[in-house]
């Protein structure tokens, strides 16, 4: 691996300030400090507001001025005691069951994500394109049995996007953004035991757009939806006071004045950092938890004041949002971990340095220690920047206990400087006590891969500090997913998909490959893929998958074709067979909001001993005869053919 800089020790000679950090002589408070009152945060908002129009007079008297050099931060001293991944040392440029069964692939089991399809009881309950439809599949039964709009009956879904839904006893909640609106949107829905769906409610969260093509907005833990809701702070935002989060429970005549406020100063947390909204990207951090076990709907925020750039994952107990807060002219970079518990306590804090690549980048595992993979150029994981990755590589492994009221930093070592994951499409995934990561998936944009390339994965023990094996490939690395305690690494080659089996046991090792020729993945979100444990041994794997010939993003936002089905026995795969979608021409469902699927429109989906896929406006279901599987029937509940009960 490259170096760019001194090696740590001799960082800590110039700075004088690791020392303190790796002897703990530093004692950080428990938690970081909320502003005392509506006054005190004022107060900061006035100062910004004063230092705004300073700087506005100077440049009408001198419009030749220089300009002004940045404020040194109060904290850079804490900084420099996180030493930055490319000064730490590398040795070597080349290094050798608990919660209910869900239907979604979710990174941690117990904190469901929202999806494109659910199950409540008997049925499915699917969100596509500004609708939500109900399949009936008790019973042996497979039913179209109602559709609705996924917005208010009364509102014009011009400019919103429904992205995703989440199912609390019998309220289905719908999220989604409205560019008319400006804010995440969340819908209520009843639903009863014969799946007949009505409208309830509709509650707008001031925000800024959550998109990411890699991560999911909402959460739900028991009745608790959790969202994560970054505001920005920019200097024109400053008079009008528009970045308080706020809710409003909509109505036809709706207007800004009827959003409340959820979030009192005194609920607002901040670092010791110099923050300058005209120096940096400055927002609040917020975690939103809203109450869907009573009728109305009732939600409550906690937030941190930090640079915008941002990556954040979703423990069972805590929210930790990563920002780095970006410098010009040569300086490195600064970042920080927040804690925000999901109890309502106060937050705590970590001087880092680095990224995360996105949230899978993350574990928080049961030994009380957070995990993060990074590297020194993420740019966070908002829209489409979670998909490239550059820079050196190393893993961060501290105590939860070491998060404190955040002026302290990370101690030298507890980063492990790794061979780095770079190029397009990286990926990253912690299974068990493993971390397998990749880079440069190549093919998953539209260039051809390189029939004769040879991938590099990397799997390491992330407890231990032993140097991480290097696993090469006959493919690129597009997914890695968990196969029960093992991984499946997927990738493209050439013009076909190659499916690898991995061995997590005392070292890893490459299992087994199975070639789909002529394909390539039909969709990239982690919800996409699936795998059915059967027993210690076996089980069957799901994926959407294409023909070769979609290029780019094509492949992803069109009707996907297939739903591959691979039988995995002893980490041997083996091809069952494919559920595909009909030939016909889709029928027009005259779609008046969400009308492209950026969030995929396929499916694996097992429930109990069945089989199903779910592929745009259709849903089949196998039939398995032992280790081969066959359609069984299908219908379409598209608006245009579906049986409408309301």
Same mark, same amino acid.
């Given at each position: 691996?490259?170096?760019?800089?001194?090696?740590?020790?001799?960082?800590?000679?110039?700075?004088?300030?690791?020392?303190?950090?790796?002897?703990?002589?530093?004692?950080?408070?428990?938690?970081?400090?909320?502003?005392?009152?509506?006054?005190?945060?004022?107060?900061?908002?006035?100062?910004?507001?004063?230092?705004?129009?300073?700087?506005?007079?100077?440049?009408?008297?001198?419009?030749?001025?220089?300009?002004?050099?940045?404020?040194?931060?109060?904290?850079? !001293?804490?900084?420099?005691?996180?030493?930055?991944? !490319?000064?730490?040392?590398?040795?070597?440029?080349?290094?050798?069951?608990?919660?209910?069964?869900?239907?979604?692939?979710?990174?941690?089991?117990?904190?469901?994500?929202?999806?494109?399809?659910?199950?409540?009881?008997?049925?499915?309950?699917?969100?596509?394109?500004?609708?939500?439809?109900?399949?009936?599949?008790?019973?042996?039964?497979?039913?179209?049995?109602?559709?609705?709009?996924?917005?208010?009956?009364?509102?014009?879904?011009?400019?919103?996007?429904?992205?995703?839904?989440?199912?609390?006893?019998?309220?289905?909640?719908?999220?989604?953004?409205?560019?008319?609106?400006?804010?995440?949107?969340?819908?209520?829905?009843?639903?009863?035991?014969?799946?007949?769906?009505?409208?309830?409610?509709?509650?707008?969260?001031?925000?800024?757009?959550?998109?990411?093509?890699?991560?999911?907005?909402?959460?739900?833990?028991?009745?608790?939806?959790?969202?994560?809701?970054?505001?920005?702070?920019?200097?024109?935002?400053?008079?009008?006071?528009?970045?308080?989060?706020?809710?409003?429970?909509?109505?036809?005549?709706?207007?800004?004045?009827?959003?409340?406020?959820?979030?009192?100063?005194?609920?607002?947390?901040?670092?010791?950092?110099?923050?300058?909204?005209?120096?940096?990207?400055?927002?609040?951090?917020?975690?939103?938890?809203?109450?869907?076990?009573?009728?109305?709907?009732?939600?409550?925020?906690?937030?941190?004041?930090?640079?915008?750039?941002?990556?954040?994952?979703?423990?069972?107990?805590?929210?930790?949002?990563?920002?780095?807060?970006?410098?010009?002219?040569?300086?490195?970079?600064?970042?920080?971990?927040?804690?925000?518990?999901? !109890?309502?306590?106060?937050?705590?804090?970590?001087?880092?340095?680095?990224?995360?690549?996105?949230?899978?980048?993350?574990?928080?595992?049961?030994?009380?220690?957070?995990?993060?993979?990074?590297?020194?150029?993420?740019?966070?994981?908002?829209?489409?920047?979670?998909?490239?990755?550059?820079?050196?590589?190393?893993?961060?492994?501290?105590?939860?206990?070491?998060?404190?009221?955040?002026?302290?930093?990370?101690?030298?070592?507890?980063?492990?400087?790794?061979?780095?994951?770079?190029?397009?499409?990286?990926?990253?995934?912690?299974?068990?006590?493993?971390?397998?990561?990749?880079?440069?998936?190549?093919?998953?944009?539209?260039?051809?891969?390189?029939?004769?390339?040879?991938?590099?994965?990397?799997?390491?023990?992330?407890?231990?500090?032993?140097?991480?094996?290097?696993?090469?490939?006959?493919?690129?690395?597009?997914?890695?997913?968990?196969?029960?305690?093992?991984?499946?690494?997927?990738?493209?080659?050439?013009?076909?998909?190659?499916?690898?089996?991995?061995?997590?046991?005392?070292?890893?090792?490459?299992?087994?490959?199975?070639?789909?020729?002529?394909?390539?993945?039909?969709?990239?979100?982690?919800?996409?893929?699936?795998?059915?444990?059967?027993?210690?041994?076996?089980?069957?794997?799901?994926?959407?998958?294409?023909?070769?010939?979609?290029?780019?993003?094509?492949?992803?936002?069109?009707?996907?074709?297939?739903?591959?089905?691979?039988?995995?026995?002893?980490?041997?795969?083996?091809?069952?067979?494919?559920?595909?979608?009909?030939?016909?021409?889709?029928? !027009?469902?005259?779609?008046?909001?969400?009308?492209?699927?950026?969030?995929?429109?396929?499916?694996?989906?097992?429930?109990?001993?069945?089989?199903?896929?779910?592929?745009?406006?259709?849903?089949?279901?196998?039939?398995?005869?032992?280790?081969?599987?066959?359609?069984?029937?299908?219908?379409?509940?598209?608006?245009?053919?579906?049986?409408?009960?309301?």
């Amino acid at each position: 691996m490259r170096m760019h800089g001194l090696g740590l020790a001799v960082l800590c000679l110039m700075v004088g300030s690791c020392q303190a950090a790796e002897t703990g002589e530093a004692s950080p408070k428990k938690t970081m400090q909320a502003f005392a009152s509506e006054a005190a945060f004022e107060k900061l908002l006035k100062r910004w507001q004063a230092q705004q129009q300073q700087r506005g007079r100077e440049r009408e008297a001198v419009v030749a001025m220089a300009p002004m050099p940045a404020p040194v931060a109060a904290a850079a !001293d804490a900084y420099a005691g996180s030493p930055s991944l !490319d000064s730490i040392q590398v040795t070597g440029s080349r290094l050798e069951e608990g919660a209910a069964e869900s239907i979604t692939n979710v990174q941690t089991q117990g904190v469901d994500e929202g999806g494109i399809v659910k199950q409540h009881g008997e049925h499915l309950v699917v969100l596509r394109r500004g609708r939500l439809f109900t399949v009936r599949i008790g019973g042996d039964a497979l039913q179209p049995v109602s559709v609705l709009d996924a917005y208010a009956p009364s509102a014009n879904p011009g400019g919103a996007w429904y992205d995703e839904m989440l199912i609390a006893g019998d309220t289905i909640a719908v999220i989604g953004y409205s560019y008319e609106r400006g804010g995440t949107e969340v819908g209520l829905f009843d639903i009863d035991a014969a799946g007949r769906l009505s409208y309830r409610d509709t509650y707008q969260l001031r925000s800024n757009d959550y998109y990411s093509s890699r991560n999911y907005a909402s959460r739900l833990i028991g009745d608790q939806l959790i969202f994560y809701t970054p505001l920005s702070i920019a200097p024109w935002r400053l008079e009008r006071r528009d970045f308080y989060p706020a809710l409003r429970r909509w109505h036809p005549h709706s207007t800004p004045d009827d959003f409340k406020r959820i979030l009192p100063a005194t609920r607002i947390y901040r670092t010791d950092d110099a923050l300058d909204p005209y120096e940096d990207d400055i927002a609040l951090h917020t975690v939103t938890r809203c109450d869907l076990s009573k009728r109305e709907m009732r939600c409550e925020s906690t937030a941190v004041l930090g640079p915008e750039g941002r990556v954040f994952y979703v423990s069972a107990d805590s929210v930790f949002v990563w920002t780095t807060q970006y410098r010009d002219h040569g300086q490195p970079n600064r970042s920080s971990v927040f804690r925000i518990p999901l !109890d309502g306590t106060a937050p705590s804090a970590l001087k880092t340095s680095g990224g995360p690549v996105d949230q899978l980048s993350f574990l928080q595992d049961a030994g009380g220690y957070l995990n993060v993979l990074l590297t020194t150029e993420s740019k966070g994981e908002g829209m489409w920047a979670a998909e490239t990755a550059e820079g050196d590589t190393a893993l961060l492994r501290v105590r939860l206990s070491d998060f404190g009221d955040g002026s302290t930093a990370a101690k030298g070592a507890d980063y492990l400087p790794l061979p780095p994951i770079s190029g397009e499409d990286p990926q990253n995934r912690f299974i068990g006590d493993w971390l397998i990561y990749a880079g440069d998936g190549q093919a998953r944009w539209g260039r051809e891969h390189d029939p004769d390339a040879r991938a590099v994965a990397y799997a390491l023990r992330f407890s231990g500090r032993a140097p991480p094996q290097a696993l090469v490939l006959s493919h690129a690395v597009e997914r890695i997913e968990a196969l029960g305690s093992d991984a499946i690494l997927v990738g493209s080659a050439g013009r076909d998909l190659h499916f690898t089996s991995m061995r997590l046991d005392q070292r890893a090792a490459l299992a087994a490959t199975f070639v789909q020729n002529d394909a390539a993945q039909g969709e990239t979100r982690t919800h996409g893929f699936f795998y059915k444990r059967q027993d210690a041994s076996q089980g069957i794997v799901g994926l959407p998958i294409v023909g070769h010939a979609p290029k780019g993003m094509q492949r992803y936002l069109g009707e996907s074709a297939s739903v591959l089905y691979l039988r995995a026995r002893a980490l041997r795969l083996s091809r069952m067979g494919q559920l595909d979608a009909s030939a016909a021409v889709a029928v !027009d469902d005259a779609c008046k909001a969400s009308c492209v699927d950026w969030y995929g429109n396929a499916r694996p989906l097992f429930i109990g001993p069945r089989v199903f896929a779910l592929l745009g406006y259709e849903l089949v279901e196998g039939e398995i005869d032992r280790d081969r599987i066959g359609e069984r029937r299908r219908i379409s509940f598209a608006p245009a053919a579906a049986r409408i009960a309301r």
